[in-house]
């Protein structure tokens, strides 16, 4: 049964930061419903309605191109050990990006991603709670370093390379907002 909440309890927050692994899904007007995964240490509640991720460079950058259009995002996280639970975060979101005024600040809450694309701020309008029943049991292993090592081995300028060829437009052809240095 799903339990609706106007912000995150001191439990929820708790359960938010036992978990390595997180899904975000956005959609434009128009085009595709964007749903991906994030894992690393790049999640933080910085209040009751307010939390924020930061996003490493892809393959894509749908969340970005999407906000622009429509600013909702619904954040998900799953426990898939011990007490089953499936925790949604609904609300308004935004995009920070190097070289925006609050970067530099919020970046400071993580710790250093080498090729760190954006953040997302999302001001939460709704909490909801649902029982996981149907969500498998799985152990954690650990954080891949993959994302790490490639962007280690393009450098910075290649990054901002991959940027202008992969990152400035959805798949759909929507802008990113992505700056480019």
Same mark, same amino acid.
């Not at 909702?72 to 799953?78: G, I, K, L, S």
């Not at 939460?124 to 994302?147: H, K, N, W």
């Given at each position: ?15 938010? =930061? ?18 991906? $995964? ?10 009751? !309605? ?32 011990? =007490? ?7 609300? !308004? ?5 190097? &070289? ?11 710790? $250093? ?18 029982? &996981? ?5 799985? =152990? ?14 393009? &450098? ?8 202008? =060829? ?8 929507? $802008? ?6």
């Amino acid at each position: 049964m799903a339990t609706q909440h106007p912000e995150l309890t001191a439990r929820l927050t708790a359960f938010i =930061e036992r978990q390595p692994m997180f899904f975000v899904a956005t959609a434009a007007r128009d085009g595709r419903v964007n749903v991906s $995964p994030k894992g690393l240490d790049s999640f933080r509640v910085l209040s009751p !309605t307010q939390v924020m991720f930061l996003n490493g460079t892809g393959s894509g950058n749908e969340t970005a191109a999407h906000l622009l259009d429509t600013p909702r995002m619904t954040v998900m996280f799953c426990s898939y050990e011990r =007490e089953p639970l499936i925790l949604r975060l609904y609300g !308004t979101a935004r995009a920070v990006h190097p &070289g925006d005024p609050d970067w530099e600040e919020r970046c400071s809450a993580f710790p $250093p991603m080498r090729g760190a694309r954006n953040i997302f701020v999302l001001d939460i309008d709704l909490v909801q709670t649902s029982c &996981g029943y149907g969500v498998p049991l799985m =152990e954690f292993g650990a954080q891949r370093e993959l994302m790490d090592s490639w962007a280690a081995k393009k &450098g910075e300028e290649g990054i901002h390379r991959y940027w202008a =060829e992969k990152n400035l437009e959805s798949i759909d052809g929507f $802008p990113t907002g992505l700056p480019l240095p």
